[in-house]
């Protein structure tokens, strides 16, 4: 059986591993980057990966770019945001898409609950 592929993009490193390493443990293949510019790299890369998994606020490349980005040439993709920061609207090019957002500190069952319904 194929694995589903996920980027997850995560300036903040430790946060990262533990994403990543859950994520695997839970069945996934995942891709990982440090900011939106090499995700967006990998995106372009990597037809596969089914779900994008991303901080909002990054260096490089924030979270709301990378989407509108990836989402231009990847009409299909499924993503999933992540954000510390309390209510940070999302552009409106973006509004009409379901975009989930996982606040702050969250669980990480929550996100591996959350990949494998949206990828479903």
């Known amino acids: 059986m194929t694995k589903i592929s996920i980027l997850v993009a995560e300036d903040e490193a430790m946060l990262r591993v533990i994403a990543v390493e859950m994520l695997e443990d839970a ?4 891709f990982e ?6 995700a967006l790299e990998l ?7 089914a779900l994008l998994v991303s901080d909002i606020k990054m ?26 920061y309390s209510q940070v609207p999302p552009p409106p090019v973006l509004k009409a898409r379901d975009i ?8 990480l069952e929550r ?10």
Do not use: S
């Open 27 to 30: 069945g996934f293949q995942v």
């Open 33 to 38: 980057a440090g900011d939106g510019a090499e």
């Open 43 to 49: 995106l372009k890369a990597n037809p596969q990966i």
């Open 59 to 84: 260096p490089r490349m924030d979270g709301y770019a990378l989407v509108e980005a990836g989402l231009a040439f990847r009409p299909d993709l499924k993503v999933l945001l992540m954000t510390g």
């Open 100 to 107: 989930q957002i996982l606040h702050k500190p969250f669980n």
């Open 111 to 120: 996100l591996c609950a959350l990949a494998a319904e949206m990828t479903a």
